[in-house]
């Protein structure tokens, strides 16, 4: 094969790693495989390119190895290449164990069937033994801790894999006095774990069990990869599984007591990991009083790292006062309201606190549905030093309200000084907005009164002072109407009573109506549009005065000569919702001559046509049937969905309005037509060329010329995709349209088809392809068709799968060339190609048996298209493949004594693997080498 440039593998590697699959539409995942375990093999490679190569089985292994058995071969030639690298290749080495490690596991080939498996785990235990670098020397201690870290992350994934094998990692871990000791103990604790957890699972005999099990020194425990554990639960509220010991376990209490008195010289976030498989433990244990964790209490309750504090939370939630007393808890929340408010600490960190205080978890929770509640604990007068200001970022100052609105709605509901400041912090957030504040603090101010109304709409005191301030801010900026819209449509779904949010319409609504003409500008208008559109969707509101206020805006000032199209809808909007309103009774006159006013004055005609058919609609029909024609939704026909009065507002999804269907299921398929005389086109020269002109230049001319251009037609059946409903018996004016999904091939068109009846034959469709570089693609296909009661839909085709082989043409040369001309082009692409560089061009032998077929058979039913030259009496064949552009694969075909030998020429090696794989799909049997 020929070897890739060393300089093009980083921009290689860069480009799999951040989209694999735009990646391999270029090539294929075994191609690119071979291609980086060749480079690794490779001794001229650098030791960073090698590093560098790894990286794809670090993040994408199964896209390397799709299957087990490629999993497998290919951790097989890890091993090997881990082996054959020197021992000063420290990186590169400890980076192959990783590699080794993430294909087994990912590959699920970590099975004592599986020979690499079994004797890579052997390699990371003997390279762990080696404590203290007594034998191999400081140069490997990183190795040894790489070695700790695979064997961790398999038993993390195979639980049980070294339960085993625990009193020898107990012994290699007090032997370990350099700082890997802390691999070695979270490699032991993790391993004690399981143990534990898979004894707590057995039945019967759980003292003589347990000891065996920390006397362990044998090896590994293949049956857990067999069976393995179920998870864990995280929940307190979930059941875990005990080991019933009958006498207190010595040893084991030594052994968690040991492991908690050396945790502090452990890094935060290994302490952490180790505490999390600790608390299992004495969880899973009877024995194992909680109240060995009691030492660690005051350190771990004062501790500034987050990791070390969610482990104690942790604690906290599992043994609740089997370990903490009251005075512990009440310091453990002081703790969090302090930590919650350091001016010291990131945005983050405090909200992480805050959230911490309101999920606390108590020694007795009033709640024990699994339901979220404020701990008892945080009372006001805790909270005080919580309060929101203005001075808080936005985050801090949204988490803070909501926390202690929950504080106050829980405490005397008599006291309203809590809820006072609270309300007088959004009055402060008020006056910001009001003096022009930011865009973040605007939209903070409108999620802080959302949060105030989801505790304390109940409390009309401050929620009709509340009414009053948004209506005076929007007096002000009437620009902040989509705001304010916002919030009534989150609060209407979030109460169940729209008490509130009935008022504030009503109070815009008196607001905008009675704002002197002269005042207004077009601007402002549109904004209070915006507003009535939304009063005119609630049935509560009386909507006469809106009625009149457009009526005179509409006659009094310039609206109907200088408004356009999109204000002219905002104004019909409003009448739709009218024509759906209960109380239509009352205001027909007057949205009558609204309607009628608009149909003759205003200048655009679409509004005009709007607002003649509303006021047919509206003249015409009864209530009910108005409110079934307008009417939008799942639950209405079809027809009306479609019906000609779906004017669409600004703040309606564009789906409400689509004419166009989207099935529920696939309709269509296209079936490929099985023909061996599938049309292929191809743009060709009529010159037979100068005389004396060589037959390899003039071929090579026309690639060139710029008329030159090659295109393969595919040809499908569309048929119906299965059993549809019979509401798709008869489809006209279909529409296929194709998407690609890679590079490397130009856009399709459209390709129409005039009908489609289910008792009919189904018709030919040519999908026309021009290559631009000859890889196996597939192309996701939609159609649009219309049905015979006139409704328009859309479906999803299944993917359309295009092999390597749909883009073989014959040789593009002109008709009237003779064989001999054709032998010659091809014996010169066959030595040009093997003359080139090795990193341009390519050949290769592909062998196999013919069994009871004979060659000549085989020749006649797949390369007849595409022969240039045959000696059936020798049983030999020339084969050219032209694939668009501009490339070629030459075939050289003859029947030895023993096998069928393909000898390949092609002028770009990529194209190895696709013709590999073409032709094992020709070959009778599967191929010998």
């Not at 209407?492 to 008022?503: A, T, Y």
């Amino acid at each position: 094969m020929a070897s890739t440039n060393a300089s093009s593998w980083p921009r290689r590697i860069s480009s799999f790693t951040s989209s694999p699959s735009q990646f391999l539409s270029g090539t294929t995942a075994d191609s690119f495989l071979d291609q980086v375990l060749h480079e690794l093999r490779d001794d001229r490679i650098s030791e960073s390119t090698k590093v560098l190569l790894l990286t794809p089985f670090l993040e994408h292994p199964t896209i390397l190895c799709p299957f087990p058995a490629v999993g497998e071969e290919t951790a097989v030639e890890l091993l090997a290449i881990f082996c054959q690298v020197p021992h000063k290749s420290l990186q590169l080495r400890c980076q192959l164990l990783v590699a080794i490690t993430s294909v087994l596991v990912c590959t699920s080939c970590v099975s004592s069937e599986v020979e690499v498996a079994v004797g890579f785990l052997d390699l990371l235990y003997q390279t762990i033994q080696d404590t203290n670098d007594h034998k191999n020397g400081q140069q490997f201690y990183y190795l040894r801790l790489t070695a700790c870290d695979c064997l961790r992350e398999i038993e993390t994934c195979y639980p049980g894999l070294l339960s085993q094998k625990l009193e020898a990692l107990y012994l290699l871990k007090q032997q370990e006095t350099t700082p890997l000791h802390q691999a070695y103990s979270l490699l032991y604790t993790l391993a004690l774990k399981n143990a534990i957890r898979l004894l707590s699972l057995q039945k019967g005999g759980a003292d003589d069990d347990l000891k065996r099990v920390l006397a362990g020194n044998e090896g590994f425990a293949w049956k857990a990869v067999e069976t393995p554990l179920p998870p864990y639960p995280v929940s307190s509220t979930g059941q875990i599984s005990v080991v019933q010991t009958s006498t207190d376990n010595k040893e084991l209490k030594s052994i968690v007591s040991l492991l908690l008195e050396e945790s502090y010289l452990l890094t935060p976030l290994s302490q952490a990991t180790l505490l999390r498989e600790l608390i299992e433990v004495v969880a899973m244990v009877q024995a194992l009083s909680p109240a060995i964790f009691k030492s660690q209490l005051v350190r771990l309750i004062g501790t500034v790292e987050i990791t070390l504090l969610h482990a104690t939370l942790l604690m906290k939630s599992t043994f609740t006062d089997s370990l903490f007393t009251t005075e512990d808890e009440n310091f453990f929340i002081k703790r969090l309201v302090s930590m919650a408010q350091h001016p010291l600490l990131s945005v983050q960190q405090k909200l992480f606190y805050m959230d911490c205080i309101l999920h606390f978890p108590e020694n007795r929770p009033i709640s024990s549905n699994g339901e979220e509640s404020l701990p008892v604990l945080v009372t006001p007068h805790l909270a005080a030093s919580l309060l929101p200001t203005v001075f808080n970022d936005s985050r801090t100052m949204l988490c803070r309200l909501s926390l202690l609105s929950l504080v106050y709605l829980e405490a005397d509901e008599n006291d309203d000084k809590g809820v006072g400041y609270l309300f007088s912090h959004l009055m402060a957030l008020h006056r910001i907005v009001e003096n022009h504040g930011t865009r973040e603090m605007t939209v903070t101010y409108f999620k802080s009164v959302f949060t105030f109304l989801t505790y304390f709409y109940h409390n009309e005191k401050f929620t009709d002072d509340l009414t009053k301030s948004i209506s005076e801010l929007y007096s002000k900026h009437c620009y902040l109407a989509p705001n304010v819209i916002n919030l009534i449509d989150r609060i209407q779904e979030h109460l169940e009573d729209p008490k509130w949010s009935i008022r504030l319409l009503q109070a815009l609504q008196k607001l905008i109506v009675e704002l002197p003409l002269v005042q207004m500008n077009i601007q402002n208008l549109g904004w209070h549009l915006k507003i009535l559109g939304r009063v005119s969707q609630e049935s509560q509101v009386s909507q006469g005065k809106t009625l009149c206020f457009l009526l005179s805006v509409l006659i009094n000032t310039s609206l109907c000569t200088t408004g356009d199209w999109k204000m002219g809808s905002v104004v019909l909007v409003v009448c739709r919702n009218l024509l759906q309103h209960p109380s239509l009774h009352r205001v027909f006159t007057e949205l009558a001559d609204l309607l009628q006013y608009i149909m003759q004055h205003y200048n655009d005609v679409d509004i005009q046509d709007h607002a003649r058919f509303y006021y047919t609609l509206l003249t015409n029909l009864s209530r009910e049937k108005l409110s079934g024609v307008l009417t939008k939704g799942p639950n209405v026909e079809q027809t009306k969905v479609r019906s000609l009065s779906s004017l669409m507002a600004e703040s309606e999804g564009l789906s409400n309005c689509l004419t166009v269907q989207e099935t529920t299921g696939t309709v269509l398929k296209l079936t490929k037509v099985h023909n061996t005389n599938v049309h292929r086109v191809s743009q060709q020269t009529d010159s037979e060329g100068h005389e004396g002109e060589d037959v390899l230049t003039f071929y090579r001319k026309q690639f060139s010329s710029p008329g030159f251009s090659s295109k393969v037609i595919l040809e499908y059946h569309l048929t119906y995709a299965g059993d549809v409903d019979v509401t798709f018996d008869k489809l006209f004016s279909i529409c296929l349209h194709f998407d690609l999904t890679d590079s490397n091939y130009e856009q399709v068109s459209d390709i129409s088809v005039p009908c489609l009846f289910r008792n009919r034959k189904p018709p030919v469709v040519r999908v026309t392809l021009q290559p631009r570089q000859p890889y196996p693609s597939t192309l996701c296909a939609s159609a649009m068709f219309t049905t015979d009661d006139g409704l328009s839909w859309h479906t999803q085709l299944e993917d359309i799968p295009v092999c390597f082989s749909d883009v073989f043409l014959p040789l593009p040369v002109p008709v009237g060339w003779s064989q001999e001309k054709r032998e010659k082009l091809f014996d010169h692409l066959w030595s040009s190609m093997c003359e080139e560089e090795p990193g341009q061009s390519a050949t290769s032998l592909f062998c196999f048996e013919i069994g009871n077929q004979e060659l000549p058979a085989l020749i006649e039913s797949n390369f007849s298209a595409y022969l240039i030259s045959q000696e059936p009496e020798k049983q030999s064949y020339k084969v050219m493949f032209f694939l668009p552009p501009q490339f070629h694969v030459l075939l050289t075909i003859a029947n030895a004594e023993d096998a069928v030998q393909v000898r390949i020429a092609t002028d770009n090696w990529d194209f190895l693997p696709f013709i590999n794989t073409y032709l094992k799909s020709v070959a009778p049997q599967t191929p010998r080498s």
